[in-house]
Each structure stands twice: as C-alpha cells, then as structure tokens.
C-alpha cells in the first residue's frame, strides 16, 4: 500500500489557482507536513510547512483538515514558471516519507 | 550564503566497484540527510547525520554508509554496486534543531546523477 497519494499530473493554465492534494493515513501527531517544488536536473526546493488548520507564505497556502489525513497545497495565480513536480513530505510512525509526485503543467 | 554543494555532477561506475559521494551543507547548519531518487521509487531517505552522528536511517542494505565530519560536511559510500543503484543521489541540509530532518526546513543540493553499466 502506498504511505501517501498525490495525483500523478495536473494541467492549468497561467492565472488560474492550483491546488494539489496529498492523503496519508496514521499520520504522526506532532510532526509536520512540507511541500517541496521540484524542477529538473534540481534538488527540491521547500515550499511551504505546517502542522494544523492553514498556513500561508509569499508564495502558497497549505491547508490541514483537523483528523490530518490529508493536506492540500494551493498556489495562486500560477505562471508558467510554476511548471515541475511538488512533493509533500510526512510522518507516518517514526519514519518521513515523500509522496510520489505531482507534475503541474501550467499552459500560457 | 553559499547553498548546498555535491560533487561530482555525475558519476559513471562499473557494477561491483564502490563509490564516495560529497556534500557540503550551508554555513551552519549541523545536519546532513541524504536521498535516493528514481523514476520507480521515487524519493527515499537514506540517513541523516547531526554532529557526526547518525541520527536517523532508512530502508536500504549495509552497502549505503556515510559519515560527517567535524565541519558538517558529508560523504555517502556505496560499495559493490548493482545496476539498480543508478540514481539521483540528493543531500539536504538544514539546521537540525527539530529532531527529526522531516520536520526540518531542507536546503537541497542539485544532486549527483549516478550510472552503473
């Protein structure tokens, strides 16, 4: 069984908002979950982190329903430079696992 | 500041031949974490080092080792190596004050492209 979901691609246009959805079961209680953004022949890149409910930067906006099973990262008014592959990273037991990927394809 | 450095870029070897891979973490930070990465597996931890100490380690054989020296940088061994451990091999750094290197903020390097023929 995998230890996390993400949606293998997604497609958007410039201007539109996006948002990714990771699901994970038992997630640790106190640890958080980190979204990182990826671009080719890169390291990934963090995003965004939080623990509960919703945390906004500069760039996103990370939403954490209260049971935690699953996070939501939203990128508004994407461009095409927001094009690559978003990872979310999380606890299950003592263990962190990144999810698989979700390549975002945004079109002019 | 300087980001994450990992050297070399790329590496070709041959299977049963064992390998050093380098990183230097930002100024500062104490702890070191290193990744597999591939098209099938995605990204998977290895170990991550604090204080020239490992301090976590993920699901892979004895033939995946590393270490930290006193200035924080790193080196990840993998001797006799397969096919199937050509790969993207990435190292994190980050501050290190959180415990766990997954609650931490990571700061990745562009990684070392490993081939074995």
């Known amino acids: 069984l995998a230890k996390t979901t993400q949606p293998i691609s997604m497609d958007s246009y410039e201007g539109q908002e996006v948002n990714i959805t990771c699901s994970h079961n038992n997630i640790a209680t106190n640890d958080y979950i980190t979204w990182y953004q990826q671009f080719p022949s890169q390291g990934p890149r963090f995003i965004i982190q939080g623990y509960k409910t919703k945390v906004t930067n500069e760039v996103a906006s990370l939403f954490i329903p209260a049971d935690r099973k699953s996070s939501t990262l939203s990128l508004p008014r994407v461009s095409l430079s927001d094009t690559a592959v978003y990872y979310c990273l999380v606890a299950l037991g003592n263990k962190f696992y990144f999810g698989s990927g979700t390549k975002l394809n945004v079109k002019p | 500041k300087a980001g994450v450095t990992q050297t070399p870029r790329y590496l070709i070897k041959t299977r049963g031949q064992q390998v050093t891979l380098s990183c230097s973490p930002i100024s500062g930070h104490r702890s070191v974490s290193w990744y597999q990465q591939t098209p099938g597996q995605g990204l998977q931890f290895l170990f991550e080092y604090f204080s020239e100490t490992q301090r976590n380690k993920g699901n892979f054989p004895g033939r995946f080792s590393g270490r930290q020296f006193s200035n924080s940088r790193s080196e990840m061994n993998v001797s006799t190596l397969e096919l199937g451990d050509s790969a993207l091999y990435l190292c994190?750094?980050?501050?290190?004050?959180?415990?766990?290197?997954?609650?931490?903020?990571?700061?990745f390097g562009s990684g070392t492209q490993l081939s074995v023929l």
């Open positions: 994190a750094s980050s501050l290190g004050d959180r415990g766990f290197y997954g609650n931490e903020k990571l700061f």
